[in-house]
C-alpha cells in the first residue's frame, strides 16, 4: 500500500509489572532519518530498537521517545558504597580529632552524604529486552498503520490529479495538428494581401514544413503520457516509491515547459498553465509519500 511519511503515535504496552510507554513521530524527509531517546538503563537495547524500526519504516524523518515503568518488587537494591563510607568516616574522626570536638558518629550521620547509599534496578536484560521488543514493534506497525490510511487518500487526490493530467494532454494532442494547418492558411492569406499575387506552392509548403518542424510536440506528447502511465503503476505497486514519483514529476515539469515553448496557439499554452498547476498539485503531495 502507499504510505503516507506523516504519522503520529503513542502506544503504551505492558508485561510482567513492566510498562513501557512509546510515543513515535514523523514527517516528510529525503531520507530515513532516526532519533532515538530512552532511558539509561535500557539504552543496551537500542541497536535492537533502531533495527525494528528501520526494517519498517523506510524513509522520512522519525522521532521515537520510550520511557520504563518497572514495578517488580525484585528491581529495586540498595547498594552500600562501603569504601566511600569508610573514608567520610575517617575524615570526621580526623576532623573531631583536629578540632578537639566530640565525636558523635552514627550510620544515620554517615547515610546522609551523598553517594553512600545508591537505590538502583535490578534488571533482565534478556526478559526487558524481549518486553521492550514487543512494545517497539506493536508500536511501529500501529503508526504504519496510520500512515498507510493517509496514504491511500493521497493516492485518491493523486490519480484524480493524474485523470486531469491525461484530459488537459488530450486538448493538446487534437489542437497540435490544427495549429499548422491554421498557420499555412494565414501565411497564404497574409501574402496574397500584402504582395497581391499568387502564393508558390513550393515555397509555400517549404515554409509550412519548416514551422511544422519547430512547433513540432509529438514526442513530448508521447513521453508525458508514458510518465503518467508510469506513475499510475507505481501508486497501484506502492511504497516505497517516493523518491521514484518526484523523479517523475520533474520529468513531467521538463516536458510540459517543454510543450509550451514550442507551442505557438494560444489555445495550447492555456492548456500548458493547467497542465503545470495540476503537476505543482501533483509535486507537492509527492513530497509526503514514503
Given at each position: 500500500?502507499?504510505?503516507?511519511?506523516?504519522?503520529?503515535?503513542?502506544?503504551?504496552?505492558?508485561?510482567?509489572?513492566?510498562?513501557?510507554?512509546?510515543?513515535?513521530?514523523?514527517?516528510?524527509?529525503?531520507?530515513?532519518?532516526?532519533?532515538?531517546?530512552?532511558?539509561?538503563?535500557?539504552?543496551?537495547?537500542?541497536?535492537?530498537?533502531?533495527?525494528?524500526?528501520?526494517?519498517?519504516?523506510?524513509?522520512?524523518?522519525?522521532?521515537?521517545?520510550?520511557?520504563?515503568?518497572?514495578?517488580?518488587?525484585?528491581?529495586?537494591?540498595?547498594?552500600?558504597?562501603?569504601?566511600?563510607?569508610?573514608?567520610?568516616?575517617?575524615?570526621?574522626?580526623?576532623?573531631?580529632?583536629?578540632?578537639?570536638?566530640?565525636?558523635?558518629?552514627?550510620?544515620?550521620?554517615?547515610?546522609?552524604?551523598?553517594?553512600?547509599l545508591k537505590v538502583e534496578?535490578?534488571?533482565?536484560?534478556?526478559?526487558?529486552?524481549?518486553?521492550?521488543?514487543?512494545?517497539?514493534?506493536?508500536?511501529?506497525?500501529?503508526?504504519?498503520?496510520?500512515?498507510?490510511?493517509?496514504?491511500?487518500?493521497?493516492?485518491?487526490?493523486?490519480?484524480?490529479?493524474?485523470?486531469?493530467?491525461?484530459?488537459?494532454?488530450?486538448?493538446?494532442?487534437?489542437?497540435?495538428?490544427?495549429?499548422?494547418?491554421?498557420?499555412?492558411?494565414?501565411?497564404e492569406a497574409r501574402i496574397?494581401?500584402?504582395?497581391?499575387?499568387?502564393?508558390?506552392?513550393?515555397?509555400?509548403?517549404?515554409?509550412?514544413?519548416?514551422?511544422?518542424?519547430?512547433?513540432?510536440?509529438?514526442?513530448?506528447?508521447?513521453?508525458?503520457?508514458?510518465?503518467?502511465?508510469?506513475?499510475?503503476?507505481?501508486?497501484?505497486?506502492?511504497?516505497?516509491?517516493?523518491?521514484?514519483?518526484?523523479?517523475?514529476?520533474?520529468?513531467?515539469?521538463?516536458?510540459?515547459?517543454?510543450?509550451?515553448?514550442?507551442?505557438?496557439?494560444?489555445?495550447?499554452?492555456?492548456?500548458?498553465?493547467?497542465?503545470?498547476?495540476?503537476?505543482?498539485?501533483?509535486?507537492?503531495?509527492?513530497?509526503?509519500?514514503?
Amino acid at each position: 500500500m502507499l504510505r503516507s511519511m506523516t504519522g503520529f503515535g503513542c502506544y503504551e504496552y505492558s508485561e510482567d509489572d513492566i510498562t513501557f510507554t512509546i510515543e513515535i513521530k514523523t514527517v516528510n524527509h529525503r531520507y530515513f532519518d532516526l532519533f532515538l531517546r530512552m532511558p539509561k538503563q535500557i539504552q543496551a537495547f537500542e541497536d535492537r530498537v533502531r533495527s525494528i524500526v528501520s526494517n519498517k519504516i523506510q524513509r522520512g524523518k522519525v522521532d521515537v521517545y520510550i520511557t520504563c515503568d518497572n514495578k517488580a518488587e525484585d528491581a529495586i537494591d540498595v547498594v552500600l558504597d562501603e569504601r566511600l563510607a569508610r573514608a567520610y568516616s575517617d575524615a570526621l574522626k580526623a576532623m573531631a580529632d583536629h578540632l578537639g570536638i566530640k565525636d558523635d558518629i552514627s550510620v544515620s550521620t554517615l547515610a546522609r552524604f551523598p553517594d553512600i547509599l545508591k537505590v538502583e534496578k535490578k534488571e533482565d536484560d534478556e526478559r526487558i529486552g524481549n518486553i521492550l521488543e514487543k512494545a517497539v514493534d506493536q508500536a511501529v506497525s500501529s503508526l504504519v498503520e496510520m500512515r498507510e490510511k493517509e496514504g491511500e487518500k493521497l493516492k485518491e487526490s493523486m490519480v484524480l490529479n493524474l485523470q486531469n493530467v491525461r484530459a488537459y494532454l488530450d486538448k493538446v494532442r487534437e489542437r497540435a495538428p490544427l495549429v499548422v494547418r491554421e498557420y499555412k492558411e494565414k501565411l497564404e492569406a497574409r501574402i496574397e494581401e500584402l504582395a497581391g499575387m499568387k502564393v508558390d506552392p513550393a515555397r509555400l509548403a517549404m515554409e509550412v514544413a519548416l514551422f511544422a518542424d519547430k512547433c513540432s510536440i509529438d514526442e513530448e506528447i508521447v513521453r508525458l503520457e508514458s510518465h503518467i502511465d508510469q506513475m499510475n503503476d507505481l501508486l497501484e505497486k506502492g511504497s516505497p516509491v517516493g523518491k521514484k514519483l518526484d523523479f517523475l514529476i520533474q520529468e513531467m515539469n521538463r516536458e510540459v515547459n517543454t510543450i509550451g515553448a514550442k507551442a505557438s496557439d494560444l489555445d495550447i499554452t492555456r492548456c500548458v498553465v493547467e497542465l503545470k498547476s495540476e503537476i505543482e498539485k501533483l509535486r507537492e503531495q509527492v513530497q509526503n509519500i514514503e
